[in-house]
């Protein structure tokens, strides 16, 4: 299944943050993989709530718990790791098979399942070697 996810987005920073809109779609696999490569990592519960676009983020369901791909816990302030701020009704593990987490324009997020394609923001941490 072929989903496009149309944003209207450019780079911007915070203090020593950059974050990347990636024109391209790719799943959630490799949006991560693409991230680490180029970037640090995909938008995570620090920053995804700055980026109110639709895209996927950091996080997904790793044995009923849902984890942030950036799991080096020295980049978190206290409670953001378990910031969710999901859609009503969200997450609904849709059809079984809804284990990756995207984030709508309006800034709630949506499970979807990791194997279909959206835009993508990575976030570029300078300076530093989180993973």
């Known amino acids: 299944m072929f989903v496009h996810c149309t944003l209207h987005f450019g780079p911007f920073s915070g203090q ?3 974050f990347v809109f990636i024109d391209k779609t790719m799943t959630w ?3 991560q993989s693409y991230c680490r490569a180029h970037h640090t ?5 620090r920053n995804v709530s700055e980026n109110r676009r639709r895209a996927w983020i ?3 369901n790793d044995v009923n718990s849902w984890r942030w791909s950036m799991d080096d816990t020295g980049f978190y302030k206290d409670g953001e790791p378990e910031l969710r701020n999901w ?3 969200e997450p609904n593990n849709h059809k079984g098979n809804e284990c990756c987490a995207e984030m709508f324009d309006s800034g709630v997020w949506n499970d979807r399942d990791c194997d279909a394609v ?3 923001v990575c ?3 300078a ?3 989180f993973k």
């Open 16 to 18: 020593n943050e950059t």
């Open 118 to 120: 959206c835009n993508v």
């Open 58 to 60: 950091g996080l997904y």
């Open 127 to 129: 300076g530093e070697d």
């Open 29 to 31: 696999a490799q949006a």
């Open 87 to 89: 859609s009503p009704g």
């Open 41 to 45: 990592d995909l938008a995570s519960a």
């Open 123 to 125: 976030i570029y941490i």
